[in-house]
T-cell receptor
Framework: AQKVTQAQTEISVVEKEDVTLDCVYETRDTTYYLFWYKQPPSGELVFLIR??????QNEISGRYSWNFQKSTSSFNFTITASQVVDSAVYFC??????????FGTGTRLTIIP | GAVVSQHPSRVICKSGTSVKIECRSLDFQATTMFWYRQFPKQSLMLMAT?????????EQGVEKDKFLINHASLTLSTLTVTSAHPEDSSFYIC??????????FGQGTRLTVV
């Protein structure tokens, strides 16, 4: 069975601080994909990143970076120099084959000006 | 990147009426689309898998006669909430995968049944 755990329900940080959102997943499969999505108050899900299980390279995109570690089944997301516009709910998700996405419960991030 | 368009973004309907929500993949073909439901401050729960040219596959506990899904073409899936009731008020969102297994989502539809 697939499972995604986002233990942090809510996080608040002051603007310009760095913040890391944790994601731990469970799967018996060797081939899978991991995703991060941002859901701002307007509701739409914004695709941030997809990572396949064979690519453990960390990725940086502007202020965003992702740390994928298969040894600990984690795919953590860090926002550097946070901004108020980063306030949203962030979901981590797992995809096996072409089956449905399994979502974590989300982390509500609030950036305090 | 690939775009999934969902319409309408918001709808208010009277109890007992039906509402149709459209989900289109704009620049790629999607043989499979997925419909999710999200209650306030909760995660997304998969309702059903929409398969082009065949019947949808519903998750346990989802009434197939209430949530009618039609996937008539490779770029369009529709979800019809039949005889809507206030408890059906929710945020509905669709998704589709590209051939590279990138999952993109529509903008979502906020349904309010009064």
């Amino acid at each position: 069975a697939q499972k995604v755990t986002q233990a942090q329900t809510e996080i608040s940080v002051v603007e310009k601080e760095d913040v890391t959102l944790d994601c731990v997943y469970e799967t018996r499969d060797t081939t899978y994909y991991l995703f991060w999505y941002k859901q701002p108050p307007s509701g739409e899900l914004v695709f941030l990143i997809r990572r396949n299980s064979f690519d453990e390279q960390n990725e940086i995109s502007g202020r965003y970076s992702w740390n994928f570690q298969k040894s600990t089944s984690s795919f953590n997301f860090t926002i550097t120099a946070s901004q108020v516009v980063d306030s949203a709910v962030y979901f981590c998700a797992l995809l096996f084959g072409n089956e449905k996405l399994t979502f974590g419960t989300g982390t509500r991030l609030t950036i305090i000006p | 990147g690939a775009v999934v368009s969902q319409h309408p973004s918001r709808v208010i309907c009277k109890s007992g009426t039906s509402v149709k929500i459209e989900c289109r993949s704009l620049d790629f073909q999607a043989t499979t689309m997925f419909w999710y439901r999200q209650f306030p401050k909760q995660s997304l729960m998969l309702m059903a898998t929409s398969n082009e040219g065949s019947k949808a596959t519903y998750e346990q506990g989802v009434e197939k006669d209430k949530f009618l899904i039609n996937h008539a073409s490779l770029t369009l899936s529709t979800l019809t909430v039949t005889s809507a009731h206030p408890e059906d008020s929710s945020f509905y969102i669709c998704s589709a995968y590209t051939l590279l297994s990138e999952a993109f989502f529509g903008q979502g539809t906020r349904l309010t049944v009064v």
